[in-house]
Structures are given as structure tokens and as C-alpha cells.
């Protein structure tokens, strides 16, 4: 990574960023495998890393059901992905994200 990218990654967590660059950059954050949509594994993977490694406290059943919640939410066409259309239609409904998806220095 040069000092240009990371400068570039950084600016994206700037008060001034526009929310159309922080949702593009949480997306690819959230795209765990790189294929362009935040699929099951994706999420199971973000949930596993926001519990820190450590056993959901109910079981791998939960975990399923927390992922069908995802999807029944912010699923629109029902292929069981979250396209980045879908993923700003999501973030639009979240007011405090462009609050959070910063850092203040």
C-alpha cells in the first residue's frame, strides 16, 4: 500500500466524505470473498469477527437465523446476496451511519 492509498482509505472516514463514497467503501469492507455482494458467508464472517472469535453465546442455529433476518430486511430480489444497490438502499434507512463510519482525530 502506498502513502497515496492510504491516504485515499482514510479520507473515506473524513466528516467531509460523501455518504455515496463511505457506502462504497463499507460494501467492499463487507464483501469478505470479493465477489462483488455481501452473501451468507460474508455476514457469518462479519458476525464472527463483531463477537471477536468467540462462540455465539446460543449456537451456529442462531447465527443462521441472524443471517435470514439480514436478508429478509434488506434482501429486495430474494437471490440471497446483497448487491451494493441494496446495501445503499439499506444504509439510507440507517441515519446514524454517516456518524459512525468515521474517525475523529
Do not use: W
Amino acid at each position: 500500500m502506498t502513502f497515496e492509498d492510504f491516504l485515499d482509505m482514510m479520507s473515506v472516514f473524513s466528516d467531509a466524505a460523501p455518504q455515496a463514497v463511505k457506502a462504497e467503501y463499507a460494501f467492499r469492507i463487507y464483501d469478505f470473498d470479493g465477489d462483488e455482494f455481501i452473501g451468507e458467508k460474508d455476514i457469518v464472517e462479519l458476525i464472527q469477527r463483531l463477537i471477536g472469535g468467540q462462540k455465539f453465546a446460543k449456537g451456529e442455529e442462531d447465527i443462521k437465523e441472524l443471517v435470514g433476518c439480514v436478508f429478509e430486511e434488506a434482501d429486495l430480489d430474494d437471490d440471497k446476496k446483497l448487491s451494493y444497490a441494496e446495501f445503499e438502499h439499506i444504509l439510507s434507512r440507517a441515519p446514524d451511519f454517516m456518524n459512525t463510519f468515521r474517525i475523529r482525530v
